[in-house]
């Protein structure tokens, strides 16, 4: 099974609200990865947890706050957006983040809109 | 420091034409290198990587891709396109600095005509 689960599929919030989006797989990796899509342009890192610990953030802003539960689990904490913080939000997973040969695989995403 | 260009932001091939989707890399160390496919409003599924060994690649769908340390190129190809191959696709070179993280070109839409 090489399966990532995201939810939800779609999510439309106000610039006010608080959401999450949810990331999950059972694939035993240790690395687990949010990128942000925008449209026609390739994903974008966000932030890397290796071994449930964040091991890089790309400058994002903080109203993204991610959280690693467990090693399974991924979430993304939205709170404060802005509209363009409209895209699609890809979670992605590999066995490790220390050899980079490993595949990443990548769920299905999430399509944001801020209103 | 990693790059990745691919040339063409768009190709067009008529059903049963060869597909030919083009990517060259920038690597200070060697690289591997992915091809990723994306189809509408769907995540990244990955087609093929090259990481050491035999530089002519197999993939998924009928895909192939060869590594080309010369001239620094990991070109994707397809004998005969069919209508189901019609996505955007993404060349991408592995970062090595510690970190396993992608760095992905600016991606190819293919676009098949019956």
């Known amino acids: 099974d090489t399966e990532v689960t995201q939810t939800p599929k779609h999510l439309v919030m106000g610039m006010t609200n608080k959401k999450s989006l949810k990331c999950e797989q059972h694939m035993g990796h240790r690395a687990m990865y949010w990128y942000k899509q925008k449209a026609k342009k390739p994903p974008e890192l966000m932030f890397v947890y290796s071994y449930e610990k964040l091991s890089i953030n790309e400058s994002v802003p903080s109203r993204f706050s991610p959280e690693c539960p467990n090693s399974s689990l991924l979430n993304l904490h939205l709170h404060a957006l802005q509209p363009e913080d409209s895209a699609l939000y890809l979670c992605a997973s590999s066995q490790r983040t220390e050899v980079y040969t490993d595949t990443q695989y990548f769920g299905p995403g999430t399509r944001l809109t801020v209103l | 420091a990693q790059s990745v260009t691919q040339l063409g932001s768009h190709v067009s091939v008529s059903e049963g034409a060869l597909v030919l989707l083009r990517c060259n890399y920038s690597?200070?160390?060697?690289?591997?290198l992915f091809w990723y496919v994306q189809y509408p409003n769907q995540g990244l599924q990955l087609l093929l990587k090259?990481?050491?060994?035999?530089?002519l690649v197999k993939g998924i769908n009928g895909f192939e891709a060869e590594f080309k340390k010369s001239e620094t190129s990991f070109h994707l190809t397809k004998p005969s396109a069919h209508m189901s191959d019609a996505a955007e696709y993404f060349c991408a070179v592995s970062a090595g600095t510690g970190a396993n993280n992608l760095f992905f070109g600016t991606g190819t839409r293919l676009t098949v005509i019956p």
């Open positions: 090259y990481t050491t060994g035999a530089t």
């Open positions: 690597s200070s160390v060697p690289p591997y």
